[in-house]
């Protein structure tokens, strides 16, 4: 009886492992190269280029506009960001609602 009911635990700990996984971001988050992000200038919105220092989200790119080694290119000039990278930033006001969640090239939902 016992035996039963750990191989039970085990199965059900196996389905949870997977159905996490299957949830996974199906994002990237866009980079600015050394020169776009450089000093301060990575704390810049990359929509409306306001300074945002803790208002912010996370930029994101979706998987289309990341794909690849996309996702290492700079979202600004497109450069590649090589070792040297910042996370890109968007204010509040272009996160608005659910708008954090689009993809900052396209626009497309990237979630
Ligand atoms: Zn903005
Ligand atoms: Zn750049
Ligand atoms: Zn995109």
Known sequence: MFKKSLLLLAV????ASVSTEASAPNYYPALLCNNCGFGFKSQHC????????TQFHKARLCTSCGFGSKKQDCVKCGKWT?????EAR?????GFGNKREN????GKWAH
Not at 103 to 106: A, F, H, L, N, S
């Open 82 to 86: 090589g070792n040297q990278s910042y």
């Open 103 to 106: 993809c900052v090239k396209c």
């Open 46 to 53: 990359v929509k409306c280029d306001k300074w945002v220092n």
């Open 90 to 94: 968007i204010c509040n006001e272009c």
């Open 12 to 15: 059900l700990i196996t389905f």
